[in-house]
């Protein structure tokens, strides 16, 4: 039942993030971005497992800061592997947007395309 | 007895009844007006109460959140010279009071409750972060931990500026 929730909201994330509809930002820890809402906030971070394979966590936050709940891309796969290829192109799309990846980019080639 | 008489012949418990009726209707209507009078006063009182009870609030969110930002001054200094123990005192410190002033303040709008609580998260997750690079030994980077301090302090401080704003404009308006 929660892995649904949980699947239910990284998509629902993929799908706000592709139309920056959420604003990502720089959370304090490395590698670390966050998103807030009104009364909650989510973290999505980078870390390992056990054997040291890369996990993608996201975190809920409530809204005195203390993490009520938190998942990584193995608890939404069922051994399936299907999370973790969209978990991953998330925390990067976070991480561009976080950065002003995008936003660079676009005004550096609007520059090249558009010199003085 | 002839006063009765003349009583009777002009009609006089007729009358007595009539004036009796108009002095009930109009004591009635008199009633009525006081009533619904008083009633306006009071509703007036209330709505005068509501409003200093809300510019109270106001100034006293307005506070809060000077305090805040001052804390987060404070915690941008502390960084600079590598106070972590009173860091972490001063990271709860200004939890407590961000916390507060959304308590205080439950008509901000919903962009400002963002703002709020991403700045609450960014400090939940700055605590966690000195607290774990303090016992592994490993000093964080207090250059990031300001830049992001730095942009929730100009996010406060826009809704700040909004907030007194709002509180003069109601302030005007109450004159």
């Known amino acids: 039942m929660a892995a649904d929730k949980y699947q239910h909201l990284v998509e629902r994330l993929v799908a706000k993030t592709d139309r920056g509809e959420v604003d990502w930002k720089e959370a304090a820890g490395s590698d670390t971005f966050q998103v807030s809402f009104a009364n909650y906030s989510l973290t999505l ?9 890369t996990l993608y966590v996201i975190s809920i936050l409530n809204s005195e800061g203390r993490t009520v709940d938190s998942f990584s891309d193995e ?42 | 007895m002839p006063i009765l008489i003349w009583i009777a012949e002009n009609h006089l418990a007729d009358l007595a009844s009539i004036a009796g009726v108009v002095i009930s209707i109009t004591g009635f209507i008199v009633t009525v007006w006081n009533v619904r009078r008083s009633k306006s006063a009071a509703e007036r009182a209330e709505a005068a109460a509501d409003q200093t009870r809300r510019m109270i609030r106001g100034y006293e969110t307005v506070s809060e959140f000077s305090a805040a930002i001052a804390i987060m001054e404070e915690i941008k200094r502390l960084h600079r010279v590598g106070q972590v123990d009173m860091l972490l005192d001063r990271y709860a410190t200004l939890r407590k009071v961000l916390i507060g002033v959304r308590k205080l303040s439950p008509s901000i709008s919903e962009n400002m409750d963002v703002k709020i609580q991403s700045a609450v998260t960014t400090l939940a997750t700055m605590e966690d972060h000195v607290e774990k690079s303090r016992s592994e030994g490993s000093p964080p980077n207090f250059v990031r931990l300001n830049r992001l301090l730095s ?16 509180g003069e404009r109601e302030s005007d308006g109450s004159r």
Not at chain 1, 45 to 53: D, F, I, L
Not at chain 2, 151 to 166: F, G, K, Q, W
């Open chain 1, 75 to 116: 608890d939404l796969d069922d051994g399936g592997g299907r999370y973790y290829p969209i978990m991953g192109e998330l925390y990067h799309k976070a991480r561009r947007q976080a950065l002003g990846v995008d936003k660079a980019l676009d005004e550096i080639l609007g520059q090249l395309d558009h010199p003085f």
């Open chain 1, 45 to 53: 971070s980078v870390s390992q497992n056990r054997e040291g394979s």
């Open chain 2, 151 to 166: 942009r929730d302090i100009d996010d406060l401080h826009a809704i700040l500026v909004d907030m007194t704003a709002a």
